[in-house]
């Protein structure tokens, strides 16, 4: 009977941690849940990414995954990654198939002005350093 109230404490734990263990989730490091937009949903995952900022270790992605209501047909999941120490934001229009788009040069100040701004990943090209994003692929 001890082993018992000792074992459900534990699995309770593991249950309420799983979600941000990235080996227990996908691979990623948060799970927003569904938005009734594609900007909306970008907008959270950047507001989550500069709430957690200092936290983030530099040697590392932090990858959030998000659902949004798109069209029939259409996937309305992405995956948001940043790398504090390469100053790098990232989206993955199809989760676990890699990156399609990056920013570079995103800081704490940058982050703080696309959140500010609300447009998800468009706000971003007018304040940071883009690479081969195609418009119709991240957009």
Do not use: H
């Not at 699995?11 to 941690?17: D, Q, R, S």
């Not at 691979?27 to 938005?35: D, I, Q, S």
């Not at 983030?56 to 998000?66: A, E, S, T």
């Amino acid at each position: 009977m001890k082993t018992n109230r000792v074992k459900l404490p534990v699995l309770m734990l593991l249950l309420v941690t799983a979600c941000e263990i990235p080996a227990l989730n996908g691979g990623y490091n948060k799970r927003l849940g569904k938005y009734n937009s594609k900007v909306e949903a970008q907008n959270n995952a950047m507001r989550e990414i500069l709430e957690r900022f200092n936290r983030l270790p530099d040697d590392k992605n932090y990858k959030i995954l998000y659902t949004f209501n798109s069209a029939p047909g259409s996937r309305g999941e992405e995956a948001m990654w940043y790398n504090r120490g390469n100053q790098r934001l990232a989206l993955e229009v199809d989760p676990q198939s890699g990156i399609a788009c990056s920013w570079f040069k995103i800081d704490k100040t940058i982050l703080e002005k696309a959140v500010a701004a609300n447009d998800g990943i468009t706000g971003l090209d007018s304040l940071a350093q883009t690479v081969g994003n195609l418009p119709v692929t991240c957009r």
